[in-house]
Every structure is written in structure tokens, then in C-alpha cells.
């Protein structure tokens, strides 16, 4: 027991190791407005506040498009800023997203995924971050506790990185994982405070020697399109930042990231892409089929803005089909993240059968039987080379329709 | 694989089926082990049937859905069983633990399951002697720690007393780990 707390090996849920890691961060600013299932980050942060745990300023608002107007502002003069949102949250801050973008702010900001409205749902679904994808922010996916945690300080070194400037979204599922007790690790504080050192704004508001305008008009005249290749450009370049931020972190935590990770992928002739929590389930269920001796794998994809086109083309190209799960909707069409796969894959010169799965909206529970089911309808696509269906739902209730 | 250990914990909100869920977990991480517990997430209010599910493994666990064939299903309240099916799914050897005061084998016909091994304890009764109040989850988890041996004894009475020492009073402390004692040495199997 007594080595367990020098190693700092802790049971927590998945907001309260989030909340730790913005505590060793210690942001000059952090922002506040509370919603289900995000809750409880800002509220274990206002704890860290009134113990003296941590030096920010606490700035509480009346909405969440207040608290991302808030981080702007702040973040505009200088100062290093976080906030936390979920679903309807993020929905409200949608317009100041791309202010946050587009006036190149380094903001950090966990987001908890949860369903939108209607009907009111508080559970797990990804309609929130998809919503936000064009908005010009880095998006960060996390399996579990562990990897919310490191994804947050890893956050803070992409976000300021002067060859990014971009604010950063750390996504972990509503209740699984930011509800739900587990195992996680936690970094000594001197090590994750070294790790992100401090924040050397780039033109702050605040240095009144040399004055400077933030979000003034830019019409037609002047270079508005300029600044969107620009910003595009350095979210282009985070790339290789979020690659050496992670090596960096690996040498204080053990704990290796990139792109995406790969399980049992190399050998595989099928296999699942799919964010978040999903993908730990789907590894439990590999390990059985493994056990069968099917090949089967997993790519989970942790960074989806920037999307790794490239390098997620080279590591699928191998196999024969391919399931891409969405946690979120786009009626109309498919779900959003095989759309970005479909496209990454279209170019190469043979390449996988690609099909869709919308899972687990509104939280409905994606269980063994749902990846088993995954699979089972890949090993018919690559057997057959023959898709049927392009779009499947996986746990969807038999019911009577009226409208 | 290495095996995981699935629970189930059925009880009524105010019971502290969830707490005992995250404690069992945090004894067992304090053991060394990989954990994992969680409650099911609906309308939740006081008297209403619950869930909580405990996972604890010596291998890393990397599944993230609720339980569906636990090894161990613990019933804080013996009314859930006229309304809940509480040995759904349970595997083949596994156990469920009853509060109630009837014997196990009483117990069984009512489930109307022949699976398992079937244990009860007066949780209720102990919690009024050691505590004055019947929040059965202390002494439901003594008994659990009888009948599993996921952890040892010794080991429960010492995370309990570490990890509330700074919420409870001594006297709370004492009656809590007095309970636990007491369900390990009352808990009677078929």
C-alpha cells in the first residue's frame, strides 16, 4: 500500500483525473460553467481554488458562451487559460470556437461528450465535438482516465507551441469513462509543471509597449483569406508538435502516444476504427475472437483534428474490410469519422472495403455483443468482397415508427 | 486472459451500493490490482432499485461496459427480489450474497435459479448494532470478503479505517469495521 501512494496509482473517475491534471497545470485562468457530465471538473477545481492548491483566478459566468468569450479575453492578454464543457455547453460557445481559432488562442478545454438535444439526453454521444469540427480546434480523443489525463498536459504543449497557437479539445466519453472509477497513474507535480513550463504569450494584449488589435474587421479589401491558409497552415504544422509533445511526455510518464494506436492491426485482414471508450471494449472482444484464431484488429484513433490521413491510409491499407464506428450522427449522409477514413483511404491504389456502424448514441451501451456483431458482419464483407449495407446501426431497439 | 472478476450490486438508493462498489474496487487497488467500478446511470433518488458493478482483475482491464455475467451478485435489500431479476446472467460458479434473515437454501427457491452458490447475512441487523442505523453496506462487504476471498480481511478493516478516517468520527470508524468483522463470521453459505 505505501508504495502505491509514492507511484501516486490512484482509483479515480475520468473528470476527477482531468481535474488533477488542470490542478499541476495551475492555469493563470480557468473558467467555469457548470454541466452534466462535466460537472464535476470545475467543481473539484473550485476546491483546489479555496484550499489554496493552485494560484488561478476563478472566473465564474452565466453561460457558456460567456465562459468561452471569458478564456478568449484572457487568453488574448497573456494569460494561460482552461475551461470544460459538454454537449449543449459546447453548442452555446459554438460562434466564440472559431474566435478562439481564428484569433489563434492557445485554450485548453476538456470536453466531456455528451448527446445533444432533442430529445434531452444526458449520456454519452459524440454529436458534440463532430459539431465542432470545422471550428478550427485541435481535437484530442481519450480511451479512458489515464489517457484524459495525459492528454490534458499534453494539450497545454501543443496548444502554445509557437509553430501552433491553437486551442485544443480533450475529449473523454460522458459517465463511462468521466463518471466511472478506475486504475490511472498520476505524474509528480514538479515533473508535469517542468513538462508544460510556463506560458511565453506570443503579442499579448497586456504588453501595452507594443500594442496590438485582436478580431478587428478584416473585409474585402484586406487578408481575411490569408489568415484562414494561415491558420490552416499551423494546424498543418501541429502535427509534428503533437508528435514531439508526446515523445516528451513519454519520458516523464513511461506512456507512448501518436496519432492512433494500433491493437493486433499488423497481421490483422479486418478491423474496427473507433474513438473513445469504444475502443476499449472492442480490444476485450478482440482478445476473444484472437483466441478463436480470427484475425482480427483495432485502429483507435486519439487525434482527429489534424486527421492523420497519411498515416492511417498506410496502416489500414493491408487489410480486406474495415468498420468505422461512429458515435454521432450526420442525417442524411454517414457518420462523420468514416467519412474522414473513406476519404483517406480513396487514393490508394488498393485499399480495404470500408462500412459504417452509428453505435451508442444517446449512451445506449455498446457491449461485447455489439463489437462481436461488428465483426461478424466484416468477416462476411471480406469473405464476399461484397458490401451490403454501407450504413448499419449496432443495439438499435426494434420499435413501431409514427412519424 | 487472465481473469477478471465481474460484480453486480443490487440495492435501494440510500443503501450505499455504490459506495460499497468503489470501495470494494479501492481495497483491491490498494492490493495491487486493476479496477474498475461504476453505477448504472439512471434517475437516481432515495428507495429507488440501483446498480453498481465492481471489476477487479490482476491484468489490465480495458472494457468499458456494464456488467453482464457477473461472478458475484450482492443483494443489499431482500425486497428487490420480487422486482429485480438479480441472478441474471450470473455465471455458472458464482456466488450471490443475500441481506436477509432466512437461510440460503429459503433464499434459493425464491430466486428460482439453480445456478450458483447462494450465501445470506442479517446485514440489516448488524448495522443497527454496530452503527444504530441500517446502511447494510459495511457488513455486506465483510461477508463478501468471507465468500470471495478477493481480499483479505485484514486488509478491508485497514482501507476502511485509512480512507475515512478523516470523514467519520473514531466511534463510526469502530462500529464500521466491528460490522464488517461481524458479517465475515455470521455469513452462512448452503
Known amino acids: ?403 | 486472459m487472465e481473469k477478471c472478476i465481474e460484480v453486480r450490486w443490487h440495492g435501494r438508493g440510500g443503501q450505499g451500493a455504490v459506495t460499497a462498489a468503489k470501495f470494494l474496487a479501492g481495497t483491491a487497488l490498494a492490493g495491487g490490482k486493476n479496477i474498475q467500478a461504476f453505477p448504472e446511470y439512471g434517475p437516481e433518488r432515495m428507495g429507488a432499485p440501483i446498480q453498481a458493478f465492481t471489476r477487479i482483475s490482476s491484468a489490465p482491464i480495458s472494457i468499458y461496459c456494464p456488467v453482464e455475467n457477473p461472478n458475484i451478485v450482492v443483494v443489499l435489500d431482500e425486497t428487490l427480489l420480487d422486482i429485480v431479476e438479480v441472478a441474471k446472467g450470473l455465471s455458472k460458479d458464482g456466488v450471490i450474497l443475500i441481506n436477509t434473515l432466512d437461510d440460503p437454501a429459503d433464499v434459493r427457491k425464491k430466486l428460482g435459479t439453480k445456478k450458483g452458490k447462494v450465501y445470506t447475512v442479517d446485514a440489516t441487523s448488524i448495522a443497527l448494532d454496530t452503527l444504530g442505523k441500517p446502511i447494510p453496506n459495511t457488513p455486506m462487504i465483510g461477508a463478501l470478503v468471507k465468500v470471495t476471498g478477493l481480499v483479505s480481511l485484514g486488509d478491508t478493516t485497514d482501507y476502511f479505517t485509512e480512507s475515512f478516517s478523516k470523514k467519520f468520527s473514531q466511534q463510526i470508524l469502530k462500529g464500521n469495521v466491528e460490522a464488517i468483522k461481524r458479517a465475515y463470521k455470521e455469513v452462512r453459505g448452503e
Not at chain 1, 172 to 184: M, N, W
Not at chain 1, 249 to 263: D, N, P, V
Not at chain 1, 330 to 356: C, D, H, M, W, Y
Not at chain 1, 370 to 376: C, G, P
Request: charged share 25%; proline share 4%; hydrophobic share 45%.
Open chain 1, 1 to 403: 500500500m505505501k508504495n502505491i501512494s509514492k507511484k501516486r496509482v490512484v482509483a479515480t473517475t475520468g473528470n476527477g483525473a482531468v481535474a488533477e491534471a488542470m490542478k499541476q497545470i495551475n492555469p493563470d485562468v480557468l473558467v467555469a460553467y457548470p454541466i452534466t457530465p462535466q460537472t464535476a471538473i470545475v467543481q473539484d477545481f473550485s476546491q483546489f481554488v479555496a484550499d489554496g492548491a493552485v494560484d488561478s483566478e476563478y472566473v465564474t459566468v452565466e453561460s457558456e458562451h460567456s465562459s468561452m468569450s471569458a478564456c478568449i479575453g484572457a487568453s488574448a492578454a497573456g494569460a494561460r487559460v482552461m475551461t470544460a464543457t459538454s454537449s449543449q455547453g459546447l453548442a452555446l460557445m459554438h460562434e466564440m470556437l472559431y474566435i478562439a481559432a481564428g484569433s489563434r488562442l492557445p485554450i485548453i478545454m476538456p470536453n466531456v461528450n455528451r448527446a445533444l438535444s432533442a430529445p434531452i439526453n444526458i449520456h454519452c454521444d459524440h454529436s458534440d465535438s463532430m459539431g465542432a469540427r470545422d471550428t478550427g480546434w485541435i481535437q484530442l480523443y481519450s480511451e479512458n482516465a489515464q489517457e484524459a489525463y495525459d492528454n490534458t498536459i499534453q494539450a497545454v504543449r501543443i496548444a502554445e507551441n509557437k509553430k501552433v497557437l491553437l486551442p485544443v479539445m480533450v475529449n473523454l466519453d460522458g459517465f463511462i469513462i468521466s463518471h466511472g472509477i478506475e486504475k490511472a497513474e498520476f505524474i509528480e507535480d514538479r515533473k508535469v509543471k517542468s513538462f508544460v513550463g510556463e506560458r511565453k504569450p506570443f503579442l499579448p494584449l497586456l504588453d501595452v509597449d507594443n500594442p496590438v488589435t485582436y478580431g478587428p474587421f478584416d473585409g474585402l479589401g484586406g487578408y481575411f483569406m490569408e489568415h484562414k491558409k494561415n491558420q490552416a497552415d499551423a494546424m498543418e504544422r501541429a502535427r509534428d508538435v503533437i508528435l514531439e509533445a508526446a515523445e516528451d511526455f513519454a519520458k516523464i510518464s513511461g506512456r507512448k502516444y501518436g496519432f492512433f494506436e494500433e491493437y493486433l492491426l499488423d497481421d490483422a485482414e479486418i478491423a474496427i476504427v473507433t474513438l473513445n471508450s469504444s475502443a476499449g471494449t472492442t480490444k476485450h472482444v478482440i482478445n476473444e475472437l484472437r483466441a478463436e484464431g480470427l484475425p482480427v484488429g483495432l485502429l483507435k484513433l486519439r487525434v482527429f483534428r489534424p486527421f492523420p490521413a497519411k498515416e492511417l491510409a498506410e496502416a489500414l491499407k493491408h487489410l480486406k474490410a474495415v468498420a468505422v464506428l461512429d458515435r454521432a450522427l450526420s442525417s442524411g449522409f454517414v457518420g462523420p469519422l468514416f467519412s474522414e477514413v473513406q476519404t483517406a483511404l480513396f487514393n490508394l491504389e488498393t485499399r480495404p472495403k470500408v462500412i459504417n456502424f452509428i453505435y451508442g448514441l444517446g449512451g445506449r451501451d455498446y457491449t461485447l455483443h455489439e463489437a462481436r456483431k461488428a465483426f461478424e458482419e466484416l468477416m462476411t464483407v471480406a469473405k464476399t468482397g461484397k458490401i451490403k449495407k454501407t450504413l448499419g446501426y449496432l443495439g438499435l431497439k426494434e420499435v413501431e415508427v409514427l412519424v
